[in-house]
């Protein structure tokens, strides 16, 4: 049986399910799409404690003001960096783009991490009560 | 206010976030001094002074949380009563010492939420008997929640967190599109802190949390501790920690310590005839819950 008589044989429920089976993988695409680029974060911790969690699809440049310095964190094409610091090595300006991982400022006592912070995994609550 | 407060909040741009956080701590700071207890200044303070002689003037948001708080007290039979002041200064928890039981009886005459006269045309507050003292301990918390999240949302952030130490409330979605997660301590840690034993996951609601565990000391093998039965002026034994889920702090900081002296059978019945969820852990450490809260919450594994 070729294609055409097979498309011909085809009932008008056949299609209906065919059209809806390529409406549902279609959606499916959409939503995992969004679901998996949720997924990644960059959290911003000073003195041990998360001050900003940005998603690593939004390009924007932040600054960051702890108690023991300051720095600025430039988020772009799903890549982190930090281009601009007030500690005196720079160490973390030399780093670079990082992708996944962290970048730890020792001396402003600032880091920036990519990837799911653990409130968003849901192992740390967002809040304690009692 | 010598309490921790977090918020959190979903923006945009930092500074948009920061403004907003900026705004509700004043709200917040202005609140605990409206309503501070201990401090001569605040408005609290003077009604407490003028028990018996004269109203208050207040302003609204007083008036609004003392109503609040004499509504709780109407539903549960005056379990829960903010006229308790006179009792809760005859406990020090830092000096482990009980008071005196003749003490405490006496007291208890001094006790009673329908001798708050409310005027709302004059904006009024009196205490109808002298030595009477009302202590918004039970209440102001939850209230101050609520207050700080009306002021985010004025501000316009659409989602956000704040906890008055253990009175959160959340509103919004988090911004990977789920829901704020709220751990529930457990009353009995087995060591580290914060040892959570249920999880739970709050949109436009609020939670808090009444314990036995927070200000307390153990004498001649007794637990004694901040939460005072009016009934009796003694610490209430029902419970361990009572934790409700409501749409409003005050209600749900209020509720938490009425449902906490009750225990878990009337404090259910309370819960379920105001269309709140909750859980009790009760003085054996049993866990009670809502049957609405039973698919919502997700338990760790306890050691105790």
């Known amino acids: ?130 | 206010m010598d309490t921790l407060v977090t918020i959190q909040v979903v923006a945009k741009r930092p500074e948009r976030a920061e403004k907003a956080i900026d705004r509700a701590f004043a709200e917040i700071k202005r609140l605990g001094d409206l309503l501070n207890f201990y401090s001569e200044e605040s408005e609290l303070a003077k009604i407490n002074r003028s028990a018996g002689i004269s109203d208050v003037k207040v302003s609204p948001e007083t008036l609004d949380l003392i109503e609040k708080a004499v509504s709780t007290s109407g539903k549960t039979g005056g379990t829960f009563d903010v006229t308790i002041g006179p009792e809760i200064i005859l406990w020090d928890f830092a000096e482990k010492k009980k008071p005196d039981d003749g003490t405490i009886k006496e007291r208890l005459n001094l006790v009673n939420y329908q001798w708050i006269a409310i005027d709302r045309e004059k904006s009024t507050i009196s205490l109808m008997k002298r030595g009477m003292l009302i202590d918004l301990g039970g209440i102001a918390k939850g209230y101050i929640a609520d207050r700080a999240v009306e002021e985010l949302k004025r501000e316009g952030i659409v989602s956000g967190l704040v906890a008055v130490a253990g009175d959160i409330r959340a509103f919004g979605d988090k911004p990977d599109g789920r829901p704020w997660r709220v751990g529930i301590r457990n009353p009995r840690q087995s060591g580290r802190d914060d040892e959570i034993m249920a999880m739970i996951e709050l949109k436009d609601m609020a939670i808090s949390t009444a314990g036995d565990y927070e200000r307390f000391f153990i004498a001649d093998g007794n637990r004694y501790h901040h939460i005072l039965d009016p009934k009796t002026g003694y610490p209430a034994k029902a419970s361990r920690s009572v934790s409700v889920i409501a749409r409003e702090g005050a209600f749900t900081d209020s509720y938490s310590t009425a449902v906490f002296i009750l225990g878990p059978e009337k404090g259910l019945e309370v819960l379920r005839k105001m269309g709140f969820e909750g859980l009790i852990v009760d003085e054996h450490g049993k866990v009670h819950t809502t049957d609405g809260l039973r698919d919502r919450i997700e338990f760790k594994r306890l050691d105790s």
């Open chain 1, 1 to 130: 049986m070729s294609l055409k008589d097979s498309i011909r044989s085809t009932t008008v429920a056949d299609r209906i399910l065919l059209i809806f089976l390529l409406f549902i993988s279609f959606f499916s695409l959409l939503l995992t799409k969004e679901v998996l680029s949720r997924s990644k974060e960059v959290s911003i911790e000073v003195d041990g404690e998360v001050r900003y969690i940005y998603p690593l699809d939004t390009d924007r440049k932040v600054y960051v003001e702890g108690s023991h310095g300051h720095l600025t964190v430039e988020i772009k094409d799903r890549g982190v960096r930090v281009t601009d610091s007030s500690c005196p090595n720079k160490l973390c300006q030399r780093q670079g783009w990082v992708r996944a991982g962290a970048i730890i400022c020792i001396p402003g006592r600032i880091s920036v991490t990519v990837g799911g912070s653990e409130k968003s995994k849901g192992v740390t609550p967002d809040a304690i009560t009692g």
